[in-house]
């Protein structure tokens, strides 16, 4: 049962233009959500986050959306750049402490920046 | 910054050995995490730890077990290495509620 799902494998955008990635989620204990970018040979990198008591959360390119109603969270990257390919995950957790803090995680999207 | 170390970047073993895979972290975090990722299937988490000497089991913990006898070092053992265990793993650790911190992880290849 996965409940974190990125259902696009891949997404292919142009220099410049805006990349957007996907996330759906089902549990509704979920109340924090991540976004982590992965390079070959890397460890994930954390990019940002959003609670659930917002909907929107920006830092300098990238902007994370979070419809909560919808259970759709998604990641807009402008402008996109080439050093911007990799694989991004979504992630999430719930409420509370201790086990709480686990994250799951989706299966990513690799986007591609074509110069 | 963050600096969370893995011991080694590659290791290949053969089957039925123990395998160890150490992960270091410099920043105090409570909380401690291993993951394997693998085609297709994403991050996948085996254990974690929110103490000194405190562990749980993640989503696919079997064959594997965990280690934590000090805060700053978190230790995933394989006790019989087996071919399906091939893959790379990535440790993390963060504090409290906070994002976690991944170290560049092991691609371990059991043969």
């Known amino acids: 049962d996965q409940q974190v799902k990125q259902n696009s494998p891949s997404l292919s955008v142009q220099e410049g233009r805006i990349s957007i990635l996907n996330c759906d989620y089902t549990n509704s204990m979920f109340d924090y959500f991540l976004w982590y970018k992965k390079y070959p040979a890397e460890g994930p990198t954390f990019l940002i986050s959003?609670?659930?008591?917002?909907d929107k959360n920006e830092d300098g390119r990238f902007t994370v959306f979070l419809n909560k109603s919808a259970k759709h969270l998604s990641l807009h990257i402008v402008p996109s750049q080439p050093g911007d390919s990799a694989v991004y995950f979504c992630a999430a957790s719930g409420r509370g402490g201790g086990s709480n803090y686990k994250l799951t995680f989706g299966k990513g999207t690799l986007l591609t920046v074509n110069p | 910054d963050v600096k969370v170390t893995q011991s080694s970047r590659y290791l290949v073993k053969r089957t039925g050995e123990k395998v160890f895979l150490e992960c270091v972290q410099d920043m105090d975090h409570e909380n401690m995490f291993w993951y394997r990722q693998d085609p297709g299937l994403g991050l996948r988490l085996i254990y974690f730890?929110?103490?000194?000497?405190?562990?749980e089991k993640g989503d696919i913990p079997e064959g594997y077990s965990v280690s934590r006898e000090k805060k700053e070092r978190f230790s995933l053992i394989l006790e019989s290495a087996s071919t399906n265990q091939t893959s790379m793993y990535l440790c993390?650790?963060?504090?409290?509620?906070?994002?976690?911190?991944f170290g560049d992880g092991t691609r371990l290849s059991i043969l």
């Open positions: 993390a650790s963060s504090l409290g509620r906070g994002p976690q911190h």
């Open positions: 959003i609670s659930s008591i917002k």
């Open positions: 730890s929110y103490d000194v000497k405190m562990k």
